[in-house]
Protein backbone atom coordinates (compact mmCIF):
# COMPACT_ATOMS: atom_id res chain seq x y z
CA UNK A 1 0.00 0.00 0.00
CA UNK A 2 1.27 3.48 -1.39
CA UNK A 3 1.31 6.57 1.45
CA UNK A 4 2.15 9.69 0.54
CA UNK A 5 2.91 12.51 3.13
CA UNK A 6 0.58 14.85 4.38
CA UNK A 7 0.25 18.42 4.97
CA UNK A 8 2.06 19.68 8.12
CA UNK A 9 -1.60 20.41 9.85
CA UNK A 10 0.48 22.44 12.64
CA UNK A 11 1.95 24.44 10.05
CA UNK A 12 -1.62 25.15 8.70
CA UNK A 13 -3.19 25.62 12.28
CA UNK A 14 -0.29 28.67 12.48
CA UNK A 15 -2.37 31.77 11.77
CA UNK A 16 -5.20 30.21 13.71
CA UNK A 17 -2.88 29.98 16.48
CA UNK A 18 -1.55 34.18 16.03
CA UNK A 19 -5.02 35.05 15.99
CA UNK A 20 -6.23 32.91 18.75
CA UNK A 21 -3.28 34.81 21.52
CA UNK A 22 -3.84 38.06 19.61
CA UNK A 23 -7.68 37.75 21.23
CA UNK A 24 -6.34 36.13 24.68
CA UNK A 25 -4.14 38.93 24.88
CA UNK A 26 -6.76 41.45 24.26
CA UNK A 27 -9.35 40.20 26.28
CA UNK A 28 -6.80 39.71 29.51
CA UNK A 29 -5.93 43.39 29.26
CA UNK A 30 -9.34 44.98 28.75
CA UNK A 31 -10.77 42.30 31.44
CA UNK A 32 -13.05 40.54 29.47
CA UNK A 33 -11.26 37.34 30.21
CA UNK A 34 -9.05 36.06 32.93
CA UNK A 35 -5.93 35.50 32.85
CA UNK A 36 -2.08 37.13 33.01
CA UNK A 37 -0.04 38.54 30.29
CA UNK A 38 3.54 39.83 30.91
CA UNK A 39 4.80 41.35 27.80
CA UNK A 40 8.24 39.93 28.45
CA UNK A 41 7.29 36.87 29.15
CA UNK A 42 5.16 36.38 26.22
CA UNK A 43 7.42 37.34 23.74
CA UNK A 44 9.55 35.09 24.99
CA UNK A 45 7.49 31.92 24.68
CA UNK A 46 6.82 33.17 21.34
CA UNK A 47 10.59 33.47 20.49
CA UNK A 48 10.91 29.79 21.85
CA UNK A 49 7.97 28.96 19.14
CA UNK A 50 9.67 30.34 16.46
CA UNK A 51 12.75 28.80 17.58
CA UNK A 52 11.44 25.84 17.70
CA UNK A 53 9.98 25.95 14.23
CA UNK A 54 13.11 26.61 12.60
CA UNK A 55 14.75 23.44 14.86
CA UNK A 56 11.59 21.04 14.40
CA UNK A 57 12.17 21.80 9.98
CA UNK A 58 16.12 21.18 10.11
CA UNK A 59 15.29 17.81 12.21
CA UNK A 60 11.99 16.85 11.75
CA UNK A 61 13.25 14.45 8.65
CA UNK A 62 15.40 12.80 11.57
CA UNK A 63 12.28 12.14 13.05
CA UNK A 64 10.75 10.62 10.21
CA UNK A 65 13.95 8.77 8.82
CA UNK A 66 14.10 6.86 12.23
CA UNK A 67 10.27 5.98 12.19
CA UNK A 68 10.96 4.71 8.17
CA UNK A 69 13.83 2.26 9.21
CA UNK A 70 11.18 0.51 11.23
CA UNK A 71 8.41 0.51 8.92
CA UNK A 72 9.76 -2.62 6.85
CA UNK A 73 10.35 -4.28 10.41
CA UNK A 74 6.29 -4.38 10.59
CA UNK A 75 4.31 -7.40 11.80
CA UNK A 76 1.46 -5.93 9.79
CA UNK A 77 -0.03 -3.45 7.76
CA UNK A 78 -2.50 -1.26 8.82
CA UNK A 79 -5.04 0.17 6.02
CA UNK A 80 -5.73 4.02 5.98
CA UNK A 81 -9.46 4.36 6.75
CA UNK A 82 -11.33 6.61 9.30
CA UNK A 83 -12.01 3.78 11.46
CA UNK A 84 -7.76 3.06 11.32
CA UNK A 85 -6.81 6.40 11.78
CA UNK A 86 -9.17 6.96 14.93
CA UNK A 87 -7.84 3.88 16.49
CA UNK A 88 -4.05 5.54 15.45
CA UNK A 89 -5.29 8.95 17.17
CA UNK A 90 -5.91 7.48 20.24
CA UNK A 91 -3.02 4.72 20.49
CA UNK A 92 -0.72 7.91 19.72
CA UNK A 93 -2.36 9.29 22.40
CA UNK A 94 -1.82 6.71 25.21
CA UNK A 95 1.86 6.57 24.11
CA UNK A 96 1.77 10.34 24.25
CA UNK A 97 0.58 10.44 27.84
CA UNK A 98 3.68 7.69 28.74
CA UNK A 99 6.14 10.05 26.91
CA UNK A 100 5.13 12.90 29.03
CA UNK A 101 5.31 10.93 31.76
CA UNK A 102 8.75 9.85 31.00
CA UNK A 103 9.63 13.71 30.27
CA UNK A 104 8.82 14.52 33.94
CA UNK A 105 9.98 11.74 35.89
CA UNK A 106 13.83 11.18 34.04
CA UNK A 107 15.70 13.84 33.67
CA UNK A 108 17.44 13.26 30.60
CA UNK A 109 14.18 13.88 29.24
CA UNK A 110 12.97 16.98 31.69
CA UNK A 111 16.11 18.63 30.30
CA UNK A 112 14.18 19.60 27.43
CA UNK A 113 10.43 19.35 28.35
CA UNK A 114 11.44 21.75 31.15
CA UNK A 115 11.33 24.83 28.67
CA UNK A 116 7.33 24.30 28.20
CA UNK A 117 7.08 24.23 31.88
CA UNK A 118 9.43 27.47 32.83
CA UNK A 119 6.67 30.54 32.17
CA UNK A 120 5.35 31.74 35.27
CA UNK A 121 2.08 32.37 33.47
CA UNK A 122 -0.60 30.73 31.98
CA UNK A 123 -1.89 31.32 28.59
CA UNK A 124 -1.88 30.60 24.79
CA UNK A 125 1.95 31.98 24.35
CA UNK A 126 2.59 29.42 27.09
CA UNK A 127 1.80 26.49 24.35
CA UNK A 128 4.11 28.01 22.33
CA UNK A 129 7.12 27.87 24.32
CA UNK A 130 8.40 24.58 22.91
CA UNK A 131 12.62 23.01 23.35
CA UNK A 132 14.63 23.69 21.26
CA UNK A 133 16.43 20.13 20.99
CA UNK A 134 14.78 18.72 18.78
CA UNK A 135 15.37 14.25 18.48
CA UNK A 136 18.54 14.62 20.86
CA UNK A 137 17.03 12.90 24.08
CA UNK A 138 15.64 10.13 21.94
CA UNK A 139 12.12 10.46 23.45
CA UNK A 140 10.82 9.70 20.20
CA UNK A 141 11.87 6.48 20.13
CA UNK A 142 8.72 5.55 22.71
CA UNK A 143 6.67 5.91 20.02
CA UNK A 144 8.69 2.96 17.26
CA UNK A 145 6.43 0.85 18.46
CA UNK A 146 3.26 2.19 16.47
CA UNK A 147 5.20 1.94 13.66
CA UNK A 148 6.27 -1.97 14.12
CA UNK A 149 2.58 -2.94 14.56
CA UNK A 150 1.43 -1.35 11.31
CA UNK A 151 0.50 2.55 11.54
CA UNK A 152 2.54 3.94 9.05
CA UNK A 153 5.09 7.13 10.08
CA UNK A 154 3.12 9.51 7.88
CA UNK A 155 -0.38 8.59 9.32
CA UNK A 156 1.24 8.76 13.27
CA UNK A 157 2.93 12.46 12.02
CA UNK A 158 -0.95 13.59 10.92
CA UNK A 159 -1.73 11.89 14.46
CA UNK A 160 0.48 13.62 15.91
CA UNK A 161 0.49 17.51 15.08
CA UNK A 162 -3.99 16.47 15.30
CA UNK A 163 -2.87 16.16 19.35
CA UNK A 164 -0.54 18.91 19.26
CA UNK A 165 -2.97 21.14 17.37
CA UNK A 166 -5.43 19.77 20.26
CA UNK A 167 -3.31 20.56 23.44
CA UNK A 168 -2.48 24.63 22.24
CA UNK A 169 -6.47 25.84 23.37
CA UNK A 170 -6.20 23.93 27.06
CA UNK A 171 -3.31 26.81 28.19
CA UNK A 172 -5.41 29.43 29.66
CA UNK A 173 -6.79 30.45 32.15
CA UNK A 174 -9.75 32.36 30.08
CA UNK A 175 -12.05 29.24 30.07
CA UNK A 176 -12.78 28.02 33.56
CA UNK A 177 -14.60 24.46 33.60
CA UNK A 178 -15.88 22.59 30.34
CA UNK A 179 -19.20 20.45 30.98
CA UNK A 180 -18.97 17.85 33.55
CA UNK A 181 -18.96 14.63 30.78
CA UNK A 182 -16.52 16.41 28.76
CA UNK A 183 -14.17 16.94 31.84
CA UNK A 184 -14.25 13.19 32.58
CA UNK A 185 -13.00 11.97 29.32
CA UNK A 186 -11.23 15.08 27.85
CA UNK A 187 -8.09 16.89 28.42
CA UNK A 188 -9.21 20.69 29.51
CA UNK A 189 -7.38 23.63 30.39
CA UNK A 190 -8.85 22.85 34.41
CA UNK A 191 -7.10 19.64 33.80
CA UNK A 192 -3.62 21.12 32.52
CA UNK A 193 -3.44 24.41 34.80
CA UNK A 194 -2.83 21.22 37.55
CA UNK A 195 0.05 19.77 35.23
CA UNK A 196 1.52 23.09 35.26
CA UNK A 197 1.55 24.06 38.73
CA UNK A 198 4.36 23.98 41.56
CA UNK A 199 1.76 23.61 43.93
CA UNK A 200 3.11 19.95 45.74
CA UNK A 201 -0.08 18.55 45.47
CA UNK A 202 -0.24 19.10 42.05
CA UNK A 203 3.17 17.99 41.08
CA UNK A 204 3.77 14.89 38.13
CA UNK A 205 -0.02 15.44 37.80
CA UNK A 206 -2.30 14.98 34.52
CA UNK A 207 -0.05 13.95 31.64
CA UNK A 208 -2.58 13.05 29.42
CA UNK A 209 -2.61 15.14 26.14
CA UNK A 210 -5.97 14.68 24.61
CA UNK A 211 -7.82 12.64 26.81
CA UNK A 212 -7.59 12.48 30.50
CA UNK A 213 -8.96 9.07 30.96
CA UNK A 214 -4.98 7.93 30.81
CA UNK A 215 -4.21 10.09 34.38
CA UNK A 216 -7.31 8.43 35.78
CA UNK A 217 -6.34 4.74 34.24
CA UNK A 218 -2.87 5.02 35.83
CA UNK A 219 -3.02 7.00 38.81
CA UNK A 220 -1.70 10.12 38.12
CA UNK A 221 -5.11 12.14 37.71
CA UNK A 222 -5.43 15.18 40.36
CA UNK A 223 -8.57 17.73 39.76
CA UNK A 224 -7.74 21.63 39.81
CA UNK A 225 -9.28 22.53 43.48
CA UNK A 226 -10.27 26.05 44.32
CA UNK A 227 -9.00 26.41 47.49
CA UNK A 228 -5.39 25.81 46.02
CA UNK A 229 -5.27 27.52 43.13
CA UNK A 230 -2.27 26.85 40.43
CA UNK A 231 1.02 28.68 40.65
CA UNK A 232 2.97 28.29 37.40
CA UNK A 233 6.40 27.53 36.49
CA UNK A 234 9.35 25.47 37.80
CA UNK A 235 10.11 24.68 41.57
CA UNK A 236 13.58 27.16 40.72
CA UNK A 237 11.49 29.98 38.93
CA UNK A 238 14.09 31.47 36.20
CA UNK A 239 14.17 35.09 36.48
CA UNK A 240 15.24 35.65 32.86
CA UNK A 241 13.40 36.18 29.57
CA UNK A 242 16.60 34.93 27.55
CA UNK A 243 15.69 32.19 25.28
CA UNK A 244 18.97 30.64 25.22
CA UNK A 245 18.53 30.45 28.80
CA UNK A 246 15.39 29.11 28.58
CA UNK A 247 16.13 26.59 26.32
CA UNK A 248 19.47 25.18 27.71
CA UNK A 249 19.68 26.00 31.32
CA UNK A 250 18.51 22.34 32.68
CA UNK A 251 21.09 21.08 29.84
CA UNK A 252 23.93 23.01 31.77
CA UNK A 253 22.77 22.48 35.59
CA UNK A 254 22.64 18.87 34.24
CA UNK A 255 26.53 19.24 33.23
CA UNK A 256 27.17 21.36 36.11
CA UNK A 257 25.92 18.95 38.49
CA UNK A 258 28.08 15.87 36.77
CA UNK A 259 31.08 17.81 36.92
CA UNK A 260 30.96 18.35 40.39
CA UNK A 261 30.57 14.34 40.96
CA UNK A 262 34.29 13.98 39.22
CA UNK A 263 35.14 10.77 36.79
CA UNK A 264 32.07 8.64 37.72
CA UNK A 265 30.26 7.97 35.32
CA UNK A 266 27.74 5.55 37.26
CA UNK A 267 27.02 9.16 39.37
CA UNK A 268 26.02 10.72 35.65
CA UNK A 269 23.84 7.94 35.15
CA UNK A 270 22.15 7.67 38.01
CA UNK A 271 21.49 11.70 37.40
CA UNK A 272 19.96 10.76 33.76
CA UNK A 273 17.40 8.02 34.42
CA UNK A 274 16.30 9.32 38.02
CA UNK A 275 13.74 12.04 38.58
CA UNK A 276 14.50 15.43 38.57
CA UNK A 277 15.55 16.43 41.92
CA UNK A 278 17.38 12.77 42.76
CA UNK A 279 21.40 13.62 44.05
CA UNK A 280 23.54 10.40 44.25
CA UNK A 281 23.93 11.16 47.98
CA UNK A 282 20.45 10.29 48.75
CA UNK A 283 19.69 13.50 49.91
CA UNK A 284 17.08 14.20 47.32
CA UNK A 285 14.59 16.64 46.40
CA UNK A 286 11.97 14.94 43.82
CA UNK A 287 8.75 15.78 44.08
CA UNK A 288 7.84 12.96 46.16
CA UNK A 289 10.04 15.12 49.03
CA UNK A 290 8.61 18.04 48.52
CA UNK A 291 4.89 16.11 48.46
CA UNK A 292 6.12 14.97 51.53
CA UNK A 293 7.07 17.98 53.11
CA UNK A 294 3.82 19.96 52.70
CA UNK A 295 2.46 16.85 54.53
CA UNK A 296 4.47 17.60 57.35
CA UNK A 297 3.63 21.05 57.43
CA UNK A 298 0.25 20.32 56.84
CA UNK A 299 -1.17 16.84 58.59
CA UNK A 300 -4.51 17.70 57.73
CA UNK A 301 -4.64 17.71 54.24
CA UNK A 302 -2.51 14.09 54.09
CA UNK A 303 -3.96 11.66 51.54
CA UNK A 304 -6.26 13.96 49.36
CA UNK A 305 -5.22 13.56 45.93
CA UNK A 306 -2.23 14.44 45.02
CA UNK A 307 -0.84 13.99 48.37
CA UNK A 308 1.01 11.00 50.43
CA UNK A 309 -1.31 8.88 52.95
CA UNK A 310 1.75 9.41 55.65
CA UNK A 311 5.16 10.28 55.91
CA UNK A 312 7.40 7.54 54.38
CA UNK A 313 11.20 8.57 54.86
CA UNK A 314 13.98 6.61 54.76
CA UNK A 315 16.56 8.62 56.49
CA UNK A 316 16.56 11.28 58.96
CA UNK A 317 16.51 14.72 57.40
CA UNK A 318 15.31 13.43 54.03
CA UNK A 319 12.29 15.64 53.52
CA UNK A 320 13.28 19.49 52.81
CA UNK A 321 11.43 22.68 52.54
CA UNK A 322 14.05 24.00 50.56
CA UNK A 323 12.16 24.12 47.02
CA UNK A 324 14.86 26.50 45.21
CA UNK A 325 16.61 23.00 44.59
CA UNK A 326 18.59 22.58 40.63
CA UNK A 327 16.97 20.38 37.85
CA UNK A 328 13.30 20.15 40.03
CA UNK A 329 10.11 20.53 38.13
Known amino acids: MEFTPFPDVTALAAPVFVASVAWEWWAVKTGRAKGRY ?3 DALASMSMGLGNVVVNTLTGTIALWMMMLAWPYRVATIPFAWWSFALCFVVYDLIYYWKHRFAHRMRWFWMEHVTHHSSQHYNLTTALRQPWFGPFTGLILVGLPLVWIGFHPYVLALAGGLNLIYQFWIHTEAVDKMPRWFEAVMNTPSHHRVHHATNP ?37 LSTHNPFTIAFHEFGGFLRDCASDGLRP ?7 VNAPGW ?27 GLPAGLHVSQPGQIRTNLDKSGQH
Open 201 to 237: RYLDTNYAGVFIIWDKMFGTFVPEREDDKPSYGIVKQ
Open 38 to 40: ETK
Open 266 to 272: WRWMGRA
Open 279 to 305: TPDGAHNRSVELKQAFVAAHPEQAGQP
